[in-house]
């Protein structure tokens, strides 16, 4: 089956390298609370190990338990291979044609989903251990970089159960996101719908009305874009609300309506007044396609440990820059995937932001304390160029320890 992969480019000889493992550590925080929509209350690390002692490590957004099965479980047929298997003894350095291997080898119970979660973090990984190698950042194997700093925007997190407490909560983070010096933020604003927070269940109008808290509390000069989390059933029942909210200045709207829902996405970007933004839960290109062919959107948030991966976003950051469409990724993890995104998005002309998960700013301990990342925010609200091998990532292996569940 021919189908464009990427691999890392480079010049020169790469040293001869063989995978000789795979690891899958479980991590979840003790204090978790399943009421939230937050996946950055858990993790699965993945270490690839080769015979000359070079690692890579990655991670995906998904239910560790089901990544760590979907890498792990042996393989009974030639659709339904296993992952770990099929890695094992060979070139790291092929990361194209072992995507494909992985693609073709887990069709059956893949092609989208969770398996293409789980090759995410393989995928991440092999990235990361191609560059500690090479002693070159990821981005330079990715085709090099084409600009010196990206704009991140943090995103905010609510608290509390009542009206009052969540709408203060929000203002009270968007406030402390512009005196670290962010010139871009996201809010969640879901008190409603299949994902309201804490089961809170308020008229679209309070919607509006936080919207407003927040927008003032900010001011008329930072970029503000709003996630409903799936708020609305169609098209016609989120223009009720959204037509009036083009007096807040937004960048875009995330995932006003279902993942599926494509052609009422059509309608929607048509009529709304702000442009829409879809594609975090999205794997592979494919569905990408749908999404914008179909649905339109203007915005495509492919997320590197859902997508199937660094390559594979990049693919798809390829094909919205062919249909003159914004990337803006996804990402709400720890610091592993962060840079995982930084990287892609140092190569990506039109990726406007990225998402940027503060650790003075989260409540999820993961994201303060499992890893290192090299990426420096600066108070003109930029992230200069990374310079180290790989990722530029150093994980705290104590911290592996102290949360590792499975």
Known sequence: MPFETISPRFTGTAPRLKIIDVECHVLLAPDYDASFTSSAQDSIVVVIRTDGGVTGIGECDANPWMAKTCIEAPGTHTMGLSIKEMLIGADPFQIGDLWKKMYLGTAMNGRR??????????????????????????????????????????????????????????????????????????????????????????????????????RKA???????????????????TCLETVKDWGEFNIYFLETPLWSDNVKEMAKLVEKAPMKIAFGEWLATRFEFEEL????????????????????????????????????????WKTGISISGTAHLAFVTNHCAFIEYLPPQLCHERLRRE????????????????????????????DVVKRYKVA
């Open 113 to 214: 989903g969770m398996v293409i979660h789980a090759m995410s973090a393989v995928d991440m990984a092999l990235w990361d251990l191609c560059g500690k190698a090479l002693g070159k950042p990821v981005h330079e194997l990715l085709g090099g970089a084409t600009r010196q700093s990206i704009t991140p925007y943090a995103s905010l997190q609510p608290a509390g159960h009542r009206f009052e407490e969540y709408r203060d909560a929000l203002c009270a983070s968007a406030e402390k996101a512009k005196a670290l010096g962010f010139k871009a933020m996201k809010t969640e604003i879901t008190m409603n719908g299949p994902y309201g927070h804490g089961g809170m269940r308020e008229s679209y109008e309070r919607h509006t009305e936080v919207l407003a808290a927040v």
């Open 292 to 331: 914008m062919d179909i649905g339109k959107v203007q915005v495509a948030q492919p997320d590197v440990g859902r997508v199937g991966g660094i390559g594979e976003a990049k693919i798809v950051c390829d094909m919205a820059k062919a249909r003159g469409r914004t990337i803006v990724p996804h990402c």
């Open 218 to 236: 900010v001011g008329p000069d930072v970029t503000l874009m709003v996630d409903v989390q799936y708020l609305w059933k169609d098209a016609a």
């Open 370 to 397: 499992l890893a290192q990342e090299e990426l420096v925010f600066r108070p003109d609200g930029t992230i200069p160029l990374p310079t180290r091998p790989g990722l530029g990532v150093e994980v705290d292996w």
